[in-house]
């Protein structure tokens, strides 16, 4: 799977997108992480597994504890990918707004 595909399918599930919006607040342990879900420390690992294959999330050994950091470069990637479509349909938009004062325009006549 390529870095975007691998991305996006870490971002297409809730938890691991809430697992991420809690590391843009700071590093945290696996056991932080998984405090505010209603489900088993291993589970919340497999999440954070699939984040940390996708490049989301990094872990690091401190002492015995194991924190979690986000690392934001694979959603600068994705925020690259979704520009160019941003520019589509912004540039779609400003020629519908043109066509429409064009025919207000019109009508007026």
């Not at 809730?14 to 919006?21: F, G, M, N, Y």
């Amino acid at each position: 799977m390529d870095a975007l595909s691998s991305t996006l399918h870490a971002l297409a599930d809730p938890t691991r997108r809430a697992i991420l919006s809690r590391l843009a607040g700071g590093d945290a342990t696996i056991n932080d992480l998984a405090a505010p879900f209603d489900m088993t420390l291993p589970a919340v690992s497999k999440h954070i597994k699939v984040l940390e294959s996708a490049g989301l999330v990094k872990k690091r050994k401190v002492a015995q504890s194991r924190p979690c950091t986000l690392d934001p470069a694979p959603l600068q990637a994705v925020d690259a990918w979704l520009n160019e479509y941003r520019q589509f349909w912004e540039g779609s938009l400003d020629r519908l707004e043109a066509y429409i004062h064009e025919l207000k325009d019109q009508n007026h006549e």
